[in-house]
């Protein structure tokens, strides 16, 4: 199955061009030496390796950021599998789009010493053409992300014909319509954090003061967001459903509590929990009635129609 990233070529895109004309996407991190004998299939045994190699280098980062860049310089080097497409902004709103067509290799003294070749299409994305979803994705912050559920959308935008597919189909999605819904959901939490009672005690994680919380990347899938509590004393993991949370989300919370924990705290920082959907039943609660480091927020919604004036 052929999977699809956004992957940024410096702050802005900078180096887009650049990398367009020598046919590579790339990545630095400040870890000056050749990776290929490190690139197993386990991204976490690299990060192991190499997270203190990078702090050493950037004494300044927190593990939570120097996670996040050895998972991105990963993914580039290795986890983005030959045939995969990538799209990259130039920074001006055009996004080249190119496939990956070899394996890693190391280029000493570049600033992207780090790189994969690609042959990039004659193709490429006007950033205004893209839905709203699309573009709020390929926006996000970090090096890479992966946008492979937008991939029909991405094709019809470089002029390649696919048949359509119905996602009630695909094993991958539960409900179309309620992931759908869970992803607006995120991104309004993270749009007025600031104004909900988790935002009182907690930030999201920001590093260099973009946001990196969202979506976090753990080994088990995405955190919705990781947030730190104002006084770092304790990190958060929230967890957003959509209408009635299911006891299962308790199990898959403390599975990312415990990639917090060993992967991302400080020795003296606590992890914690929260659950947020709009209802919960008695098998949820129950579970939570054993996990007291795991709570349950409500969240509500609200719909008024406006009479316009002729």
């Keep these: 199955m052929k999977n699809y990233f956004r992957v940024m070529l ?183 954090w600031a104004q909900t009672d988790l935002g009182k005690d907690y930030d999201i994680f920001a590093e260099d003061g973009e946001l990196v919380g969202q979506q976090y990347p753990t080994d088990t899938g995405p955190i919705d967001v990781l947030a730190i509590k104002k006084d770092k004393t304790e990190l958060l993991v929230v967890e957003l459903k959509r209408g009635r949370a299911s006891d299962v989300v308790v199990g898959q919370v403390l599975r990312y509590m415990g990639f917090v924990k060993e992967e991302l705290a400080e020795p003296a920082q606590a992890v914690r929990g929260v659950v947020i959907a709009l209802e919960d039943d008695i098998r949820i609660r129950r579970a939570l009635a054993m996990t007291p480091t795991i709570d349950f927020y409500r969240y509500q919604m609200t719909f008024k129609l406006l009479k316009g004036t002729p």
């Design 10 to 192: 410096g702050r802005g895109g900078a180096y887009a061009s650049t990398a367009y004309a020598g046919g590579y996407i790339g990545a630095n991190f400040e870890i000056p030496q050749n990776l290929n004998a490190d690139l197993g299939d386990d991204w976490r045994a690299f990060n192991k390796k190499f997270v203190p190699i990078f702090m050493a280098r950037q004494p300044g980062k927190t593990k939570i950021g120097a996670g996040l860049a050895c998972g991105a310089l990963w993914t580039i080097a290795k986890g983005i599998a030959k045939g995969d497409l990538v799209i990259s902004p130039d920074g001006t709103g055009t996004y080249f789009v190119g496939e990956v067509s070899g394996d890693y290799f190391y280029v000493d003294g570049e600033p992207f010493p780090h790189r994969r070749p690609v042959r990039w299409l004659s193709q490429t994305i006007q950033r205004a053409d893209m839905s709203d979803a699309l573009r709020n994705s390929t926006g996000s912050i970090g090096t890479v992300s992966t946008i492979t559920k937008y991939a029909a959308e991405i094709e019809q935008l470089i002029g390649v014909i696919v048949p359509p597919v119905s996602l009630s189909a695909d094993p991958t999605v539960d409900d179309p319509v309620a992931f759908a819904m869970e992803k607006h959901l995120e991104d309004f939490l993270v749009k007025n």
